[in-house]
């Protein structure tokens, strides 16, 4: 187990949609990798919901649908990786963190 603010090792592997973590694999969905792999892009930086939306499914615009679906999406990767390495920046978007809190 990950002590406190303990790095820990993400390797995505988007040719597999496998996302390794401290070694362990984890299949992700083609959406779910396209949402981690723009998130470690920007790690350490807050990532706007309607950025999310377009690099995933290419609507300009959020609206109560495409908001559904983005929530729906986050919380599967959370289930998948820990809720700790995906965090919502309120009102904004969401931002990656690899470390343990």
Same mark, same amino acid.
């Given at each position: 187990? /990950? %002590? ?6 993400? *390797?995505?592997? %988007?040719? /597999? ?11 992700? %969905?083609?959406?779910?990798? $396209?949402?981690?792999?723009? $998130?470690?892009? =920007? ?12 690099? !995933? ?11 559904? =679906?983005?929530? %729906?999406?986050?919380?599967?990767? =959370?289930?998948? !990786?820990?809720?700790?390495? !995906?965090?919502? *920046? ?6 990656? !963190?690899?470390?343990?809190?």
């Amino acid at each position: 187990m /990950n %002590t406190i603010n303990e790095k820990i090792f993400l *390797c995505l592997d %988007t040719k /597999n949609h496998n996302l390794l973590i401290n070694n362990q694999e984890i299949y992700l %969905t083609k959406q779910e990798m $396209l949402l981690v792999a723009l $998130l470690m892009e =920007r790690q350490g930086y807050c990532v706007k919901s309607e950025e999310i939306e377009y690099h !995933i499914w290419e609507h300009d615009s959020m609206d109560f649908d495409c908001l559904h =679906r983005l929530k %729906t999406l986050i919380y599967a990767v =959370r289930k998948k !990786i820990g809720k700790q390495h !995906i965090k919502n *920046c309120h009102g904004f978007g969401y931002k990656i !963190i690899l470390y343990n809190q």
